[in-house]
Each structure stands twice: as structure tokens, then as C-alpha cells.
């Protein structure tokens, strides 16, 4: 009872994220992260850990040299702790008035060591939890991390029909496109996405005496790019071009339940579905044999690895908390888990007012 209670603490100071705002670090996508853009100009400081594990649990009829690896090309256990600033605006800065066009930007800074990931993943989540063993470690990653990312969404109109002789009205709609860059000391990352956010579904299932007290809205989302990786070695480890794939396709589905809306505007709580079809490769020989011989000569080859994960998210107030695990995957390797807490800065606030307001 006393581990659990401690998962619930841990979990309660590393937090889900808020709805509103995502603000992303270069790695978050690949683990599950909640990644629904901005409807709305704002501000963010948040701080968020990530586990790359080289190990796992063995897999059924896994030869004894593989046992638990999770590729064949990662050599290293690599925990990430990064803290991040964002700012959304409108895309034009002098522009204070509501628009469907917004920029966000994101400053992250971090250090790489698996300590803190560890103790999570090891100590807490796994000794806290019946029948899960601790997950084995040999070499470790240790440097930092500098990243910046840009992105562009646009958010469609729609047409509000007028009632007694008002004009016609338009209105922001949750469905969206956009486009996005990540340049940091990991690894380069520049894709496009488009889907729904936080499609209100109060009017369809709900009748009016329920909804100040709990209504459903639902987001999707699908996303394609593109991986330029390096590793600049030294204090800036990244990642190899042997390590990952060149280009990447994922989806995501969120169900949000919001809470006592009539008095509280930010009380929620959701669960979202991920499927990646993999950042990171596993290189091996082609199997396939013909006539005796194997195909392509047997040359090796990468083979992208798919994810799939669950990520759980609250949010109160101005503070929110989201944590991920790649359980769905059946596995406990490679991108297995993270935790991200998030706070909205207010715009009179040092922070906001003399850093995030210059991004």
C-alpha cells in the first residue's frame, strides 16, 4: 500500500498535460505524448522525463544473445530530463486579437542521465507493481540537451447561422492543419500534421441539466515526417543513423471527460491511444531465403520498430499532469516511458514577461 501511495505521489509531481497547450520536446511524440496543437495564444513552463531503455523482459523463442534488446543498433540506456519553455501567439506578433492562424515556439533545455529514470521506472512503477521485474541496464548516455521547436497550425472556420436578423457568425472549429521543425542536439525533426481537437460532444449525447457537471470531447490526430539524426558526441550525445529510420507516420486518438464546468473552467481528465510506426530501427539480415540463398545478399537491413502506447492526463486549474507507458506495445524497451507536469504562466508573471514572451 505504501508503494502504491508513492506512485500516485511521484506521479502527482511529474504530472499529465494541459489540453489547451502542448508544449513539445524534441523526443515527446515518439513516447506517447499528447500532441493536439494550441487553439489559443499562451504560455508554458513545464518539466518532462523520458526512458529509453536498451533492455527489456526476454521475448518468446528470442535467441540468448538478444534476450531483452530491444534493437540490435541501440547500445546505450538513455533517460532524458528536460525542462521547456513555450509561447503560442497569433502568427502575426503585433496581432492581439483572436485568430485561427498560430506559432508556437519552444525553448527546451535538459540533461541526459538515467538516474532520476531509473529510480522511476525501477524502484516505483515496477517494484510498486506485482509480477514486474526490474529492467537490467549496462551502458548509459550522459550529456545535455539544447532544442528549439517551431509550429504553424491553422484552425478552420465555420459558419454560425443567424438568429433573429444577427449576421452571419464565424467561429473557430477544432479542425486543424499545420506544419513543424524541432532542431536540437538529438536529433533534427521536421513534419505535418492534421485532425480534430476537443470536438465537443455535449449537444449529441448530453442533455442540458448534465452539463455542468460532466461532458465528453473527443481529438484525433495523424501525423508524417521526417528524422535527420546526429550525434555530436561529448556532452551532447544524440542519435545514430544505424539507431533510427528516416522517416516516421503516427496516429493518435484522445477522450477527455470535462468536470463541473459551470464552476470550474479547467477540470478534466483523459486518456489517449498512440500508434507510431516507429522513430527507432532494429538492423539485421534479410531471413528470406530463395533457392538456398538469401535475398539482397543478405545485406543488413533496418526495420523499423512500431510503438504503440497509452498516455493518461488531469488537469487543474493552471497545473496539469500527463504520464505514458508503452504497455499496448507488450513490451517494457526502447521508448517505454515518460511524465510530463505542466503550469500556465501567467501573462504579468516575471517568467512570461521578461523570457517566454521573446520566443
Request: hydrophobic share 40%.
Amino acid at each position: 500500500m505504501r508503494r502504491l501511495i508513492l506512485v500516485v505521489f511521484v506521479c502527482f509531481l511529474m504530472g499529465p498535460s494541459l489540453v489547451h497547450a502542448q508544449n513539445m520536446t524534441a523526443p515527446a511524440p515518439h513516447w506517447g505524448a499528447l500532441l493536439q496543437p494550441d487553439s489559443e495564444p499562451q504560455q508554458q513552463l513545464s518539466f518532462q522525463v523520458f526512458g529509453l531503455t536498451e533492455f527489456g523482459p526476454p521475448k518468446k523463442d528470442e535467441a540468448p544473445e538478444d534476450a531483452g534488446l530491444y534493437a540490435r543498433g541501440l547500445d546505450r540506456t538513455i533517460g532524458f530530463n528536460v525542462l521547456s519553455f513555450s509561447n503560442t501567439r497569433p502568427l502575426r506578433i503585433n496581432q492581439t486579437h483572436s485568430t485561427n492562424t498560430l506559432y508556437s515556439s519552444t525553448l527546451s533545455l535538459g540533461v541526459i542521465h538515467d538516474l532520476f529514470t531509473e529510480w522511476l521506472q525501477n524502484d516505483v512503477i515496477h517494484d510498486a507493481s506485482n509480477g514486474l521485474r526490474r529492467v537490467p541496464r549496462e551502458e548509459k548516455a550522459e550529456g545535455f540537451l539544447l532544442g528549439y521547436e517551431g509550429q504553424l497550425n491553422h484552425f478552420f472556420s465555420s459558419v454560425v447561422l443567424p438568429k433573429n436578423g444577427d449576421s452571419l457568425a464565424f467561429v473557430q472549429s477544432p479542425v486543424f492543419v499545420g506544419s513543424g521543425f524541432g532542431i536540437n542536439s538529438f536529433y533534427s525533426d521536421m513534419y505535418v500534421h492534421t485532425g480534430v481537437s476537443k470536438f465537443d460532444l455535449r449537444h449529441h449525447f448530453l442533455t442540458s441539466a448534465v452539463d455542468p457537471f460532466f461532458y465528453i470531447s473527443v481529438s484525433s490526430m495523424v501525423r508524417a515526417g521526417v528524422v535527420l539524426p546526429y550525434d555530436f558526441g561529448g556532452v551532447f550525445p544524440g542519435l545514430r543513423n544505424e539507431e533510427v529510420v528516416n522517416g516516421y507516420y503516427l496516429a493518435q486518438g484522445t477522450v477527455e471527460a470535462h468536470l463541473f464546468s459551470k464552476w470550474y473552467h479547467n477540470l478534466s481528465v483523459s486518456f489517449s491511444l498512440t500508434h507510431n510506426s516507429g522513430l527507432f530501427s532494429d538492423t539485421r539480415n534479410d531471413e528470406l531465403l530463395y533457392d538456398g540463398f538469401c535475398r539482397n545478399d543478405c545485406a543488413p537491413r533496418k526495420y523499423p520498430i512500431r510503438e504503440f502506447f497509452y498516455s493518461a492526463r488531469a488537469e487543474i486549474g493552471d497545473f496539469s499532469f500527463e504520464v505514458y507507458n508503452d504497455s499496448p506495445g507488450n513490451k517494457d524497451s526502447g521508448p517505454s516511458f515518460g511524465a510530463r507536469l505542466m503550469y500556465r504562466l501567467g501573462v504579468d508573471s516575471v517568467v512570461s514577461k521578461y523570457f517566454v514572451s521573446y520566443l
